[in-house]
């Protein structure tokens, strides 16, 4: 883990161990994702990188439990979370995703409450120890102010910080989180991947920003039409010749003097760099 961005508490929360091995998931005809195998170790932030369309989401949706895998397995600390009793997996799981839930009549604080339940029993009230973990996840996600507010009427960026809120609330073992800082200004962005950086669980985070999942990610996983085609800490992974691949973008990447991560320049109208990393003949103006 890079020292710059300040350790993981091995204390107080456990952390989940977690192994997609040789997941495949289809629609229809359709594969989503073909035989990916990751692994998050306990503790470990893993960043799910990769253009629109290659699968992000669909992995995550497998790893929560709403795609069911045709062929692989999802392991949680060595279980397959699809035997795992839906209880035991929201006491387990916590997932931050894209789908728009529906319009509730709820307060913030409310919303934020709901991370709770799984640790309750039916009809079972707030003990000051929820209560505690409710207002510690609303001022993590500097969501304090917006508590009595009805969540359906926030901006998108304040929606988004409430459902990291709940979230956190539900103190999980293994946070899946599929583009968390989208709507989200620069600011809020640092400060929730440092808060989930620094959390005790294991956390699995879709990204766009390559250069937000190279400073706070462990490792990355490269999605490309379904199929993992590179993996490994940040620096080894974020080359110019993967991103031409990949993305077909000309970029220039180079370890920042003072964060000690990779940086990536985006160089528009250059040509592609070949495989080798040398100049290519295909322009390719973005
Ligand atoms: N239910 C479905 N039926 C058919 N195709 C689907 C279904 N769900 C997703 N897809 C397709 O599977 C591919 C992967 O989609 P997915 O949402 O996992 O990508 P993603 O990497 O998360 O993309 P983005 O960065 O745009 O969010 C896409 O081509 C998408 O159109």
Same mark, same amino acid.
């Given at each position: 883990m890079k020292a710059t961005n300040g350790m993981k508490a091995t204390n107080g929360m456990p952390a989940t161990d977690l192994a997609l091995d040789s997941v495949t998931l289809t629609a229809g005809a359709r594969h989503l994702v073909k035989d990916v195998t990751l692994t998050a170790r306990p503790g470990e932030t893993i960043g799910l990188v990769g253009p629109n369309g290659s699968g992000k989401s669909s992995l995550l949706r497998a790893v929560y439990r709403v795609l069911r895998p045709d062929t692989g397995q999802v392991l949680v600390d060595?279980?397959?979370?699809?035997?795992?009793?839906?209880?035991?997996?929201?006491?387990?799981?916590?997932?931050?995703?894209?789908?728009?839930?529906?319009?509730?009549?709820?307060?913030?604080?409310?919303?934020?409450?709901?991370?709770?339940?799984?640790?309750?029993?039916?009809?079972?009230?707030?003990?000051?120890?929820?209560?505690?973990?409710?207002?510690?996840?609303?001022?993590?996600?500097?969501?304090?102010?917006?508590?009595?507010?009805?969540?359906?009427? &926030?901006? !998108? !960026?304040?929606?988004?910080?409430?459902?990291?809120?709940?979230?956190?609330?539900?103190?999980?073992? &293994?946070?899946?989180?599929?583009?968390?800082?989208?709507?989200?200004?620069?600011?809020?962005? &640092?400060?929730?991947?440092?808060?989930?950086?620094?959390?005790?669980?294991?956390?699995?985070?879709?990204?766009?920003?390559?250069?937000?999942?190279?400073?706070?990610?462990?490792?990355?996983?490269? &999605?490309?039409d379904g199929e993992i085609t590179a993996s490994g800490p940040p620096a080894e992974v974020l080359t110019a010749p993967l991103l031409a691949r990949v993305y077909g973008v000309t970029a220039e990447v180079a370890i920042h003097p003072r964060t000690g991560a990779p940086q990536v320049t985006f160089v528009p109208g250059e040509p592609l760099p070949d495989r080798d990393g040398g100049p290519g003949v295909s322009p390719h103006r973005v």
């Open positions: 060595g279980t397959n979370a699809w035997s795992l009793p839906v209880r035991q997996l929201a006491r387990t799981v916590a997932a931050v995703v894209q789908e728009p839930g529906a319009d509730v009549d709820l307060t913030v604080r409310e919303v934020v409450a709901m991370g709770r339940t799984p640790h309750k029993r039916l009809l079972d009230g707030d003990t000051p120890e929820d209560a505690e973990l409710i207002e510690s996840a609303l001022r993590s996600a500097d969501a304090t102010h917006l508590a009595a507010r009805p969540f359906d009427r &926030l901006s !998108g !960026g304040e929606r988004q910080r409430v459902l990291i809120a709940r979230a956190l609330a539900q103190q999980p073992s &293994l946070l899946v989180l599929d583009e968390p800082t989208n709507h989200l200004d620069i600011r809020h962005r &640092l400060a929730i991947l440092g808060t989930l950086r620094r959390l005790p669980a294991t956390v699995l985070v879709a990204l766009h920003d390559l250069n937000l999942a190279a400073y706070y990610c462990d490792r990355l996983y490269v &999605l490309h």
